[in-house]
């Protein structure tokens, strides 16, 4: 590994250095202005090599700090959205006299506020300290869940499902800084399932505990409404744990020494994704609007979170339909939730083990394709309770509800290509927002198309699923080609002498964006 207190000095003269670079164009130099200050402080101007012992214990050092706190947050945030349908089956429609479609608007007024809130949630993430600004939020949605406790009409539940989605808007797109910021490119894949797979795991355990609540006898309360009073106060407790426990950024962290922040600086350095900048760029954003890359991952999140936001807020009720009982229906969407993780966590692997993306994303939607189309075509009327043929059946509709999940696998892989393949600080702030106004609209659009004059078979559903898988592959497809011509067209640019190749990363933390760097190249 080189001295690194020797190259401290080639730091400290950056300056110097960006004000040669127009004297002499033939030298490729460090623009230092174009970097972040607090970066700026812990750089070399030449990538440093760190050894893969010193790396492996750097990258448990970040996994003991951040990726619990990813897990957590986000596991305690797919409960925290999962209790509603728990609820569902627990009375909580009857109790507040919800009739028709509101509740499924008591759904699709969570995403809303965050196709509202969305584009200020990422521009504050940009500026404000990142973890500080994620602890406040979960402290927020907190006390808002346990005040779902005194939702007793639709216009209550509505105003604190409203006040939900606005704090809780901010969780993913934090994590997809953060696991840009501490991770390098080839574990990202693998970070962002491991906390994506979290809603699986609320499957699992929000279904224990669910069943739990429902045997509570003689309380004052409802079942459902010390379900909402717990899972707030542990929220709150949780948010004041991140608080002290987060660092903001490598530069900022306290826990560690001087040395170890600097690699860790250094070991992300070969992402070219940038790690921090705080001033805005319109042409970044200009840049953003213009890259049919941006449109790519909106639609990702539209056409899979369109599905899944229909197919989770409807779940028990979906498998209570096959003539399931409350108790088995809440132990089955715990199996639910371990297939989802399965989904996830296989995505993750096959992705780093052949090196390939878009064609394992392409791969898990016709899984979904198949389930839907049994769910369409068989039913379980007119069949004796009792007999065979119905109990078959009925094994069959649940097997393929399952089924219809498998996308979950490309909304998974769809966030890490928007990780590692967006580059400046506010291009990729940008492209997040997009992004999960994408995740937004399908998840207002979910729920409403489950009618309740469609029950139990819900025909328009699904058939609309079978209508955003269609587009899917075909636009997964369109982006494969794309991003490999774009490397073609760089690696030309380069070989003609149109552009300088940056074998010593000088410029991986000068905020360019993807297309400005002819030395980065797309995962796809």
């Known amino acids: 590994m080189s001295d690194l207190s020797a190259k401290r000095t080639s730091v400290e003269h950056l300056e110097d250095m960006g004000s040669l670079a127009s004297d002499e164009k033939h030298v490729d130099r460090v623009h230092a202005e174009k970097v972040d200050k607090d970066i700026l402080q812990y750089m070399d101007e030449e990538a440093v090599e760190i050894d893969a012992e010193t790396d492996r214990r750097l990258f448990w050092m970040i996994n003991r700090r951040i990726l619990p706190v990813m897990v957590g947050t986000y596991f305690l945030q797919a409960l925290d959205k999962g209790t509603l349908s728990f609820a569902s089956i627990m009375g909580i429609r009857e109790d507040s006299n919800l009739v028709g479609q509101q509740y499924s608007w008591l759904t699709t007024c969570t995403y809303l506020a965050v196709l509202v809130w969305e584009y200020p949630t990422n521009w504050l993430i940009q500026r404000l300290p990142i973890a500080k600004y994620l602890c406040f939020n979960i402290f927020a949605w907190g ?116 040395e170890d922040k600097k690699l860790m600086v250094e070991r992300v350095r070969s992402n070219q994704t940038g790690l921090q900048n705080r001033k805005l760029k319109r042409y970044q954003v200009v840049e953003a609007l213009k890259d049919p890359q941006t449109y790519c991952y909106f639609l990702i999140q539209f056409l899979t979170s369109l599905p899944t936001s229909g197919l989770g807020a409807f779940a028990n009720i979906i498998i209570s339909s096959f003539g399931f009982t409350v108790l088995e229906t809440q132990l089955l969407a715990m199996v639910l939730g371990a297939y989802l993780i399965i989904l996830l966590l296989s995505s993750a692997w096959l992705t780093k083990r052949f090196n390939q993306n878009i064609f394992f994303m392409i791969g898990y939607v016709v899984p979904s394709i198949i389930g839907t189309v049994v769910l369409m075509t068989v039913t379980i009327d007119g069949y004796d309770t009792d007999s065979y043929d119905y109990k078959l059946r009925r094994g069959v509709l649940l097997f393929c509800y399952y089924l219809t999940l498998s996308f979950w696998g490309v909304a998974n892989l769809g966030l890490s290509l928007l990780s590692r393949n967006t580059a400046g600080q506010s291009k990729k702030s940008f ?76 410029h991986a933390f000068e905020d360019l964006t993807d297309r400005e760097n002819f030395n980065f190249r797309y995962a796809y």
């Open 431 to 506: 492209c997040t927002a997009f992004n999960f106004v994408g995740w937004a609209v399908g998840n207002c659009v979910g729920p409403q198309v489950f009618r309740a004059q469609d029950a139990p078979r819900y025909l328009t559903a699904f058939g609309t699923h079978m209508g955003c898988y269609a587009v899917l592959i075909t636009l997964l497809v369109f982006m494969r080609l794309w991003l490999m011509r774009e490397n073609y067209r760089k690696e030309k640019m380069i070989e003609r002498g149109e552009a300088l190749r940056d074998e010593h990363l000088k």
């Open 143 to 258: 006390v808002v869940l346990g005040f779902h406790a005194l939702g007793h009409n639709f216009g209550a539940l509505v105003v604190v499902r409203t006040l939900l989605g606005l704090f809780e808007c901010c969780c993913q797109p934090c994590f997809i800084v953060m696991s840009s910021m501490w991770y390098k490119r080839d574990e990202q894949a693998t970070i962002v399932a491991l906390w994506y797979m979290m809603n699986g795991g609320q499957q699992i355990v929000g279904g224990v505990l669910a069943y739990c609540f429902t045997l509570i006898t003689g309380a004052s309360l409802k079942n459902w409404q010390i379900l909402f009073l717990v899972y707030g106060c542990i929220t709150v407790v949780w948010g004041v744990f991140v608080l002290f426990w987060t660092p903001d950024s490598p530069m900022a962290a306290k826990c560690w020494s001087e």
